[in-house]
């Protein structure tokens, strides 16, 4: 399982949200490069990006936060928030994100999803965001009635082939993985599934593990010294992810 240290940028910065609310903002880091060189020190091997900005806006906005932190480290990066056309992505990989991870768009448009599949093959990632199941949609500001698991199996056969899980309500409170809903989504879909929010421990680090999780973002713990990445990544084990 991959371990990937979460780096959420907003207004250029190295932030953590609680349950996505941007007016419960704390911010760690004046530049997200600092925090990406911390933890590619302690031994991350991918780092998990997002412009907040972009995902609330529709477009990347973040840019050169991103371009910063690309030039600081040389492990593989993720990068989600406001990847809504297929130029965004082009703009992504040219700068020199290894996997990009679509969002809103997954659900407004799965064509175009399908469209970046056939062209990038597994360096595109679907976020599946999810309250009490149901996925949100515009950086969590919008709420939809739709089933993430159903939108899952739908992308699965059109050969996505990496999801991110987050259960928003858990996401930023240190309060534990949805364990069930994350066992009912690798149990239902034939593909990899990341599992992110609510990690706090190394004890959560090893329960989404043995549920079947290829990955699992760690956000507020690492910033807030509850989890030592170097310990979590000893833990788990190293392992290789492809690009």
Known sequence: ?????????????????????F??????????????RRWVEAGAEWLHVVDLDGAVEG????????????????????????????????DAFDAGVDRAILGT??????????????????RIAVALDARDGRLATDGWLGQT????????????RSRVRHFVYTDIRRDGTLSGPNLQ???????????????SGGIASLADIKA???????GAIIGRALYDGRIDLAEAVALIGRSQAPC
């Open 1 to 21: 399982m991959i371990l990937y240290p979460a780096i959420d940028i907003r207004g250029g910065r190295c932030v953590r949200l609680i349950e996505g609310d």
């Open 105 to 122: 768009v997954a659900l407004r448009d799965p064509e175009l999803v399908i469209s970046a599949v056939a062209r990038w093959g597994d």
């Open 23 to 36: 007016d419960r903002e704390t911010t760690y880091d004046s530049d997200p490069a600092s925090a990406a």
């Open 181 to 195: 809903g994350l066992s009912e989504l690798i149990a239902k879909v034939d593909a990899d599934v990341i599992a």
């Open 208 to 214: 989404v593990a043995t549920v079947g999780a290829t």
């Open 59 to 90: 477009r990347p906005v973040n840019g050169k936060a991103v371009a910063r932190i690309r030039a600081a480290v040389d492990v593989p990066i993720q990068l989600g928030g406001g990847l809504r056309l297929l130029s965004d992505l082009e």
């Open 145 to 156: 009635e739709t089933r993430a698991v159903e939108v899952a199996q739908r992308l699965a």
